[in-house]
């Protein structure tokens, strides 16, 4: 497995700003994704953090919404632009490891937007 | 359209006894089933998998019954505990790793 950190572990934002999440990992990974999770519910995949290009998005999640950014084989951040209520989430980063299949998430980042 | 259904939604067990829950699928292309637990203000933690070529997989207290033919799959929790009680989310992935999950099932273990 892996040691996974985010920052910040939670948040309250107003209307209309940005929050950048950084999630870091104790070791080098390939694959990295981001994940939603409204309170009590399941996850939705937001993206595919890529290391040297631009992450791979999923229906319905934008680059100008959610850019990201993988710098290297530990680290990522999500930002979340233009903040409305509809945005408050529990945000979740997962890394692949320990083997070809087994993903491993991070603690998540817990945001309120008012 | 949801491509993993898992059920019960919530599930109410008394301790030492067994905890079943059932997820089913619709696409065949998917080749890894793991099964995750997630306590409040947690992210999900790995609880056990299986590959399709496996009919079962057993971990302490956990097990994975697969069924290839029927597409579904179940977890066991034998001899549940209070502190099993949890949600449980039961996903699916393909080639590019990325999960698709279920609704998750809220256990929980009466002492």
């Known amino acids: 497995s892996a040691v996974i950190s985010q920052k910040p572990s939670r948040d309250i934002c107003q209307r209309g700003t940005s929050l950048t999440i950084q999630c870091q990992v104790d070791?080098?990974?390939?694959?990295m994704f981001w994940y939603r999770q409204q309170p009590g519910q399941s996850l939705t995949l937001i993206a595919t953090a890529n290391q040297g290009s631009e992450a791979t998005y999923e229906s319905g999640f934008v680059i100008d919404k959610f850019p990201i950014s993988r710098p290297n084989l530990t680290f990522s951040t999500l930002t979340v632009s233009n903040m409305s209520p509809e945005d408050s989430s529990i945000y979740l980063c997962s890394v692949v490891t320990g083997g070809p299949y087994e993903q491993y998430f991070g603690p998540g980042t817990r945001l309120t937007v008012t | 359209q949801q491509q993993v259904k898992q059920s019960p939604q919530s599930l109410i067990v008394q301790k030492g006894g067994i905890s079943i829950i059932n997820c089913a699928y619709e696409?065949?292309?998917?080749?890894?089933f793991p099964w995750y637990q997630q306590f409040p203000g947690k992210g999900p933690a790995l609880l056990i998998a299986i590959r399709p070529d496996v009919s079962e997989k057993k971990e302490g207290r956990f097990t994975i019954s697969f069924n290839k033919s029927a597409k579904q799959f179940s977890l066991h929790i034998m001899d549940s505990q209070p502190g099993d009680s949890a949600t449980y989310f039961c996903?699916?992935?393909?080639?590019?790793?990325?999960?698709?999950w279920g609704l998750g099932t809220s256990l929980a273990v009466n002492p």
């Open positions: 070791s080098q990974v390939t694959m």
């Open positions: 996903a699916a992935s393909f080639e590019d790793r990325k999960l698709i």
């Open positions: 696409n065949t292309a998917f080749d890894y």
